[in-house]
């Protein structure tokens, strides 16, 4: 015989809650990821996703109180939810606090090398005119304090920037001597291939605290494909510089990039050993991008996104077979990532933002004074394409360059929340919008999103991370929330 | 059979006008124009797609596929689970989407927004 009442729980009444903003998106096992505004995560088998959705949930349920906790439903009998909420959101947005943080000096375009992916339509060796001149150094540093930002980044770049190392030195000292007044905390980082670097160089940049930050695309075969030199000796050069920059400044301040071509894609594994092999702590696994020399020499059409995504998912399980054996590694671009999956903040890094970091995060001053809304559209600039030139250093002011209707444009035509395709994406408060690359490559700022190699690359990457993180390896979830948690360094 | 049950022919879904295209009709008494529209867009990597009004509430859908050998039932199936998808969006959306105006308002606002007027006048 059955019991012959039920309990009381029985009838209580089901939760009169309400539902807080969150996108969904259907898992292939039949389960649903839930995402709220502010970047909290959920997965739900169907059922439950239903009865959520149909206020059927049970609030004495486990699901119902981890929802409630992750503020995707609230009991409106106060409105503090809504206000946390409200603060969480703010700290997500923290990176448009402060305003452009990362100034890129453009002080040559001569370069010693000739990569067959190079973004930049650089030019040979000898040909000064491709210098920055001291005044429009002096400018650029005029503009980068007039930036409010606290934290200053000032990259130099090229072509090869330590072909005009006396520039550097310069725009360095005056820098440092502005900021005994300014007060700003200000990094300095030059982008180099470290043929050149010596002594003298590196004295330099241990005095003044300058990191240093190159090029290794994998091993040697690969590496000196990729990355041609008259000597044909890249990657041995690279490598003897990289110890000896290491020998001088330490080891974390030297970094290094690889940049995935063609002939990367069978061999992720390699790449990762290789890295593994000099010492490295961090590999930042990137793909081509479609401006310069990578359109000229047809690298940028050589593969496509899901190649790409096949070749990162290789390439990381590497990385965490290394991290299972003992060598603490961490990919970068999976620490940006998993920073806004498993964190409360926001990554500084400005082709995942929304809206864009063009211009509020990021600024080009060019060798000739042009002033670029990001180092891709300088790289549109040298194809012959000006549309995100922002103005000129040597005739603009602060306030033209930064309130220009290019600049207004490219901001408007990037808030991913208003974007056909984005706006509905559970992975919006993870990604960003990239509207000089869907200029480039289809005609437009904010792009067709169901053709985009930027949405594929990241569709991949991403549910890749979500397939990890739900597959409930210990190791895996433990790992990814450790690299969360670490500030990125060099993005 | 079970008595006082008539077994009917389940009506098609979609209309085929060739080897590579289809027609299906929406009620839109049941799905949002911008439910119908969000799906569409959504094929746009895999198909043609066109929308027409038919009559007061009804869309027609129309997929041209560009792969010859598409699966038909399929590209159908999937473009009707996406349409239910997007309004279940839109249903959470007009429900929801106020709180997140509010709550993004709250986020950047000097006053606080969601302050509860419990004290009346003179007080």
Not at chain 1, 276 to 285: A, K, P, Y
């Amino acid at each position: 015989m059955g019991q012959p009442f039920r309990g009381v729980e029985c009838f209580a009444p089901l939760a009169a809650y309400q539902l807080l903003p969150f996108r969904f998106m259907r898992w292939e096992d039949g389960s649903v990821l839930l995402v709220s505004d502010v970047g909290e995560h959920h997965f739900l088998e169907a059922d439950e996703f239903r009865r959520l959705t149909c206020y059927e949930l049970d609030h004495r349920t486990a699901t119902y109180l981890d929802l409630k906790a992750k503020h995707f439903l609230w009991d409106p009998d106060s409105l503090t939810p809504l206000d946390l909420v409200a603060t969480k959101y703010r700290t997500k947005k923290d990176f448009l606090r402060g305003f452009t943080g990362l100034h890129i000096f453009v002080v040559t375009l001569r370069c010693d090398h000739s990569c067959t992916y190079c973004q930049v339509s650089r030019v040979t060796e000898d040909r000064t005119t491709f210098d920055m001149s001291d005044e429009t150094a002096r400018r650029a540093i005029d503009l980068l304090f007039r930036s409010p930002s606290p934290t200053l980044k000032v990259e130099f770049q090229g072509g090869e920037p330590l072909l005009t190392m006396e520039r550097i030195t310069d725009i360095v000292e005056a820098i440092e001597e502005r900021n005994v007044t300014e007060q700003r905390r200000i990094e300095f980082v030059i982008a180099t291939n470290l043929s050149t670097l010596d002594d003298g160089i590196l004295a330099f940049c241990k005095a003044h605290d300058v990191h240093l930050s190159t090029s290794l695309d994998g091993p040697a075969w690969l590496h000196d494909q990729n990355r041609p030199t008259r000597a044909r000796n890249s990657h041995t050069r690279t490598i003897e510089q990289i110890e000896r920059a290491r020998a001088a400044l330490g080891h974390d301040r030297v970094s290094a990039l690889m940049t995935t071509t063609a002939r990367s894609l069978a061999h992720p594994r390699e790449i990762v050993r290789e890295y593994l092999r000099h010492g490295f702590t961090e590999i930042f696994l990137r793909s081509v991008s479609p401006y310069g020399f990578a359109v000229k020499t047809g690298q940028a059409a050589l593969y496509e996104a899901h190649q790409f995504v096949q070749f990162y998912r290789e390439a990381l399980d590497e990385i965490i077979s290394a991290n299972r054996e003992g060598r603490a590694v961490v990919e970068v671009y999976a620490q940006l990532l998993l920073r806004k999956i498993l964190t409360p903040f926001p990554t500084h890094y400005v082709d995942l933002q929304s809206p864009a970091g063009t211009g509020i995060g990021a600024v080009v001053y060019n060798y000739d004074g042009d002033v670029y809304a990001s180092d891709e559209a300088r790289m549109l600039a040298a194809m012959g394409d000006k549309s995100f030139r922002l103005g000129d250093l040597h005739t603009d002011t602060y306030e033209e360059l930064f309130g220009s209707d290019v600049l207004q444009a490219l901001i408007q035509g990037s808030v991913l929340e208003t974007m056909p395709g984005c706006s509905e994406c559970a992975f919006l408060p993870y990604c960003g919008a990239d509207p000089i690359y869907h200029h480039a490559t289809q005609g437009d700022i904010i792009g067709h999103r169901p053709t985009s190699a930027f949405c594929a690359k990241h569709m991949g990457i991403l549910r890749h991370l979500f397939t990890l993180l739900r597959a409930g390896d210990q190791f895996v979830t433990d790992l990814f929330t450790s690299w969360a948690w670490q500030q990125p360094t060099r993005v | 059979m079970t008595p006082g049950i008539t077994a009917r022919e389940p009506t098609p879904i979609y209309r085929q006008l060739g080897a590579t295209r289809v027609a299906l009709e929406v009620d839109t008494s049941l799905y949002a124009l911008a439910a119908i529209q969000r799906a569409a867009y959504k094929f746009t990597d895999r198909c043609v797609v066109l929308l027409t009004p038919s009559g007061t509430t009804r869309v027609t859908v129309t997929l041209s596929t560009t792969a010859a050998d598409a699966d038909l039932d399929a590209l159908v199936g999937a473009f009707c689970n996406e349409l239910l998808d997007q309004q279940l969006r839109e249903t959470l959306a007009a429900s929801a989407g106020p709180l997140r105006e509010l709550i993004v308002a709250q986020a950047f606002a000097d006053a606080d927004l969601l302050a509860e007027d419990d004290e009346s006048p003179g007080d």
